[in-house]
């Protein structure tokens, strides 16, 4: 069956959403896309993009509405969720992409308007469940609102899961090397509440602050309070990599871990999300990548029994995206 969707946003994440259900989610069907631009623009927008290359497919807009593929796809620009009418257009979710709208407070609105479940593309600002598929998505009970983390959360928590479950973490420490996102600027500008995130992203590696290792102890509270982490935001268009330091509960040889992580990318769930590779690669080599966590055994060191560093790579704005569908298709089938 058929899952009917609206997106509200369409920014990278919300076109990376519609891109992802074009070529690899062929059960989801985008009824509806709201956005304050114009249509012509959100059109050009999505056909071209400097990062992924050109859309497969025709784009076309007919009045208020996007034609893609021939499909007809309800194009609105309210400001309110309350006023999008998603029950008009027969829209069962709305993946929620403006990063406006996180709390289950402003959500409401999209529930108000017709849609009967919401999920959010970015951490919640409230107490919003948060899910990883493929790490804690079994646990959800049907509620109509919750976030589907951040692109870090869904790179960082599949390697602490398989770490903590087969030898427990005892704490640990996270750095992302983060490409660069929208908040950045391309040359120096103010930027009040984080003024080295004000400078220019073409001309310098950038520390900033990142909640992705905090949210991973909300998706795995057996991890709460054991993990913090930071990012260095640096000047690539995509592809982010996970740093992950911890001391062990017991001890294990860095060739287990690897075995474990490959185990783990080989069945169940989390095989959708965790992947795994010893090959000699760089971070271009993922750009378009589905998987939200591919673990590089080649990159990670041990200094002994109980002390290791995890590398992982993501594409943080495609594979992040696909997790994110694949907890959708949970989300509505539960």
């Not at 059109?43 to 499909?71: C, P, Q, R, T, W």
């Not at 594979?319 to 298709?329: A, D, I, P, Q």
Request: with cysteine.
């Amino acid at each position: 069956m058929t899952l009917k969707v609206g997106i509200n946003g369409f920014g990278r994440i919300g076109r990376m959403a519609f891109r992802a259900i074009a070529k690899d989610f062929s059960d989801i069907q985008v009824v509806g896309i709201n956005d304050l631009l114009d249509a012509d623009y959100l059109a050009y927008m999505l056909k071209y993009d400097s990062v992924h290359g050109n859309f497969d497919g025709e784009i076309a807009v007919d009045g208020n509405n996007l034609v893609v593929n021939g499909n007809k796809i309800r194009l609105t620009a309210e400001r309110d969720p309350a006023n999008l009418a998603w029950s008009d257009i027969g829209a069962d979710l709305v993946i929620e992409c403006t990063g406006f709208f996180l709390t289950e407070e402003t959500c409401q609105k999209h529930i108000d308007a017709g849609a009967k479940k919401v999920v959010q593309s970015a951490p919640s600002k409230d107490g919003t469940p948060m899910f990883v598929y493929g790490v804690n998505h079994e646990t959800y009970a049907g509620q109509a609102i919750v976030s589907a983390a951040s692109c870090t959360t869904n790179c960082l928590a599949p390697i602490a899961k398989v770490l903590n479950d087969k030898w427990g973490i005892k704490r640990g420490l996270m750095t992302t090397v983060h490409a660069a996102t929208a908040t950045q600027k391309t040359v120096d500008g103010p930027s009040m509440k984080d003024w080295r995130g004000g400078r220019g992203i073409l001309e310098n590696i950038i520390p900033s602050s990142t909640g992705a290792a905090k949210a991973v102890g909300v998706v795995l509270p057996e991890l709460n309070g054991k993990l913090t982490g930071m990012a260095f935001r640096v000047p690539t268009s995509d592809v982010s990599v996970v740093d992950l330091t911890c001391e062990l509960e017991n001890e294990a040889s860095y060739d287990d871990i690897c075995a474990a992580m490959k185990a783990a990318s080989e069945s169940g769930d989390i095989s959708k999300t965790l992947a795994y590779t010893d090959e000699k690669v760089v971070s271009t080599d993922f750009r378009g990548c589905g998987s939200s966590s591919i673990f590089d055994a080649g990159a990670g060191i041990a200094l002994d029994g109980t002390f290791v560093k995890l590398v992982s790579w993501y594409d943080n704005e495609y594979g992040y995206t696909c997790n994110m569908l694949r907890f959708v298709e949970h989300v509505a089938a539960n």
